[in-house]
C-alpha cells in the first residue's frame, strides 16, 4: 500500500467532512466524484437512505442545511483510517453537536465508510443512532418495559423479573 496515498485520502476525508460540517456545498461537489452515492442505512423513515448523484447528494445537503438544522453540524473528535488492503476504502469515526431548526440540541456518534476513487469521494456511507435523531425532532420511543407484550425480551430487559 502506497503511505502517500493512503495519506492523501485520509486528509480529502478529513477536507470532506470539514465541508459537510460547515455546509460549504462548493467543496464538497468539487470533491466528489459525478456519481457518488451517499447512503444513510438506518435513518428515520421519511429520509432518503440512498442518494444517487453529485447533483441530488449537494441538493440534498442544501435542503438539510436550510431547512432541518440551523448552523453548522460540528463534526468533531474525527479518527480516520484506511483499510489495510486498500488506500481507497476508509473508515472513519466522530461526533457531531448540532441545533435543529426547531431550537432541539441534536447530537449524535456516527460511523463511515469512504471510498475514494481517483482522488475524490465516490461513496460516502454514515451508520448512526437514527433514535437520537427522532427524539431530537420530537419524536418518543417508549421504553421495552413499556411494551405490551414483552415475552420475546431477554429476561434482564423483562419487566416480568423486576
Request: with cysteine; net charge negative.
Amino acid at each position: 500500500m502506497s503511505e502517500a496515498l493512503r495519506a492523501a485520502n485520509c486528509q480529502l476525508v478529513r477536507d470532506y467532512l470539514d465541508a459537510v460540517s460547515f455546509w460549504k456545498l462548493d467543496v464538497i461537489t468539487a470533491l466528489s466524484t459525478e456519481d457518488v452515492v451517499f447512503e444513510v442505512p438506518f435513518c428515520p423513515p421519511g429520509f432518503e437512505r440512498v442518494t444517487q448523484g453529485r447533483e441530488r447528494y449537494v441538493e440534498v445537503l442544501r435542503q438539510a442545511s436550510t431547512v432541518m438544522i440551523e448552523g453548522p453540524e460540528n463534526l468533531h473528535d474525527i479518527k480516520v483510517d484506511t483499510l489495510a488492503g486498500d488506500p481507497g476504502e476508509l473508515v472513519v469515526e466522530y461526533k457531531s453537536a448540532m441545533v435543529l431548526r426547531s431550537g432541539a440540541a441534536y447530537s449524535n456518534r456516527y460511523l463511515a465508510r469512504f471510498t475514494v476513487r481517483d482522488g475524490r469521494v465516490a461513496r460516502f456511507t454514515e451508520y448512526c443512532d437514527p433514535i437520537s435523531l427522532y427524539t431530537a425532532m420530537g419524536g418518543h420511543v417508549p421504553p421495552l418495559q413499556a411494551l405490551a407484550d414483552n415475552s420475546m425480551l431477554p429476561p434482564l430487559l423483562s419487566t416480568e423479573n423486576a
